[in-house]
Nanobody, 115 residues
Framework: VQFVESGGGLVQPGGSLRLSCVAS????????MGWYRQAPGKQRDMIVG???????QPSNSVKGRFTGSRDDAKRTVYLQMDSLKPEDTAVYYC??????????WGQGTQVTVSS
């Protein structure tokens, strides 16, 4: 299964963006879907995990600002980002953890937070 992310762009600090990730196949077999990000010079980390039974686990860096959701029928995963900060600037990816561990990634979508 491959993932195509979209919805990134340039946004001012304090703004919002909603990212989407469409899968080429079914995602209902993946208990966890994750949103990851990679800033320049830094490693790629999961920032939000979304389980198929609706549990959402954000990392401390985005807790209270970002939330994820998934629509398995549409094979789509979403990331709602509010109160964006310059340090949120990164390339954002969605993936399932096994593919992530095997270093298989899509192109991602660039998010730039700047005034």
């Amino acid at each position: 299964v491959q993932f195509v992310e979209s919805g990134g762009g340039l946004v001012q600090p304090g703004g919002s963006l909603r990212l989407s990730c469409v899968a080429s196949g079914n995602i209902d077999d993946f208990y966890i879907m994750g949103w990851y990000r990679q800033a320049p010079g830094k490693q790629r980390d999961m920032i939000v995990g979304i389980t198929s039974d609706g549990f959402i686990q954000p990392s401390n860096s985005v807790k209270g600002r970002f939330t994820g959701s998934r629509d398995d029928a549409k094979r789509t995963v979403y990331l709602q980002m509010d109160s964006l900060k310059p340090e949120d600037t990164a390339v954002y990816y969605c993936n399932e953890p096994q593919a992530a561990a095997n270093d298989f990634w899509g192109q991602g979508t660039q998010v730039t937070v700047s005034s």
